[in-house]
């Protein structure tokens, strides 16, 4: 909140350490704001991650904070949004650490010419996590530090105006920077200013002036005109998923939580995206939640459901009621999690000695008998259902209709309910 109406800052202390270069840009945005007659709702200021992203706080504008590298993305994205919006402007900050990480989203927005203004700060290095030099950072920086001099930087001007950006310029003079950024912000298009932004911490331990080591450029215009957004009316994806009417009837009186451990190929994340849907069709609400290895082929392959009559806005699941089990990768992942209160049905031939010692309520079952191995999952889950009369079958049926292979599934579904 602010008690001026005049400035777009809020009262509270800039976070930046003493001397730091930061509140600079951010006093002459502020400025530069309120000579180009802007209200504080016209304003969209978005934050990446670093110490330049800790400006949200800062302003009393509409503001978001982004992931690391990325506030030119979401920038760019919310820019879309209010194309169609009276004096609406989008202003995004990135540090240069963030502009090395998403380098590629800079030259996107620069490319689609959307109107927005970028702000990078650039202190030629990643102040957040201690000083270490950014693909910004300027050969007579690294001079200085004695390291990595040979390598050039990114010319982050140069290469937003090759990509298409309106305006782009650099600039390293304090008293400068207000007045740049003003035209910045005027040009209707994508426009960069990268300045020179002093970091007293870790960057000018070894120089007095930033001036001596980044070298102003230009500014650099093409004439093209702003990307012209239509206001067009766009569909939620969730428009796009099926609806699921419920059918049937769960016999269920509280909340219930099914874990599927097997192995990848054998059907496990299918299984449990069909039994929350058989959840849906018997009127639950229902989650599903799959893990596996990156190497989607091998391994493990862990999914689990959750059942409930009221909204599930926790979907961690610390003790499934129930454990169906039906190979070895997928006993190993879940062995930490088994215990005392949950049923653990597993397949007869994964039992040992030493899990009937630990565990009385371990129920084996041959569900390698059920079904072929890529249906064994179906299988014992139909069997778990059907025992513990969780959901009618049917339900699950309906739900394995939706899949090509319903026939098969169908059939698997039948076959193992009768044991
Ligand atoms: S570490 Fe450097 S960039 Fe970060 S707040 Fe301190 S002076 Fe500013």
Redesign the pocket.
């Known amino acids: 909140m602010t008690k001026n109406p005049n400035t777009f800052l809020t009262d509270k202390k800039f976070p ?2 003493p ?4 509140g600079i840009s951010i006093n002459a945005l502020n400025k530069a704001l309120q000579e180009l007659n802007y209200t504080a709702h016209d304003i969209i200021v978005v934050s990446d991650i670093g ?1 330049s992203g800790l400006i949200d706080p800062l302003f009393a504008t509409h503001t978001i904070h982004g992931l690391h590298g990325r506030s030119p993305a979401l920038g760019l994205g919310v820019a879309m949004g209010v194309a169609q919006k009276q004096n609406k402007k989008v202003i995004a900050f990135i540090g240069d650490g963030g502009a090395t990480i998403g380098l590629q989203h800079i030259l996107e927005a620069a490319r689609r010419n959307v109107d927005m203004t970028l702000i990078v700060l650039n ?1 030629l290095l990643y ?2 996590t201690g000083g270490q030099i950014s693909g910004l950072s300027t050969q007579k920086f690294k001079e200085i530090i004695d390291f990595e001099k040979d390598i050039p930087p990114f010319d982050l001007v140069q290469l937003a105006h090759a990509s298409g950006a309106r305006f782009a310029v650099r600039v390293n003079a304090p008293n400068k920077i207000k007045d740049t950024l003003k035209k910045a912000i005027k040009t209707k298009g994508f426009s960069l200013v990268e300045a020179a ?1 002093l ?5 000018m331990k070894r120089m007095n002036e930033l001036i001596e080591v980044v070298e102003e450029e230009n500014i650099l215009e093409h004439q093209r005109p702003a990307t012209r957004i239509k206001d067009q009316l766009t569909t939620s994806l969730l428009d796009k998923t099926p609806r699921i009417t419920p059918k049937y009837k769960a016999n269920l009186t509280n909340r219930k939580g099914i874990l599927i451990a097997g192995s990848a190929g054998g059907g496990a994340q299918s299984v449990a995206r069909f039994l929350a849907m058989a959840g849906m069709y018997a009127g639950l609400q229902a989650t599903m939640k799959g893990e596996y290895p990156i190497t989607v082929g091998t391994g493990f392959s862990v999914a689990e459901v959750i059942f409930d009559h009221n909204p599930i806005n926790y979907t961690g699941l610390e003790k499934p009621d129930y454990f169906i089990i039906v190979t070895q990768d997928g006993l190993i992942k879940v062995k930490n999690k088994l215990n005392k209160d949950s049923k653990i049905y597993i397949e007869e031939k994964l039992v040992t000695d030493e899990l009937k010692e630990k565990y009385s309520n371990i129920i084996p079952v041959a569900f390698g008998k059920m079904a072929n191995r890529k249906s064994t999952a179906l299988a014992a889950t139909t069997y778990v259902l059907n025992k513990e009369n969780i959901l009618p079958l049917e339900a699950l049926k309906e739900a394995v209709g939706t899949h090509r292979l319903k026939d098969i599934f169908v059939e698997v579904i039948e076959k193992a309910s009768q044991y």
């Open positions: 930046f350490c001397g730091c270069g930061h110490c202190n102040g957040m932004s970091c007293p911490s870790y960057g």
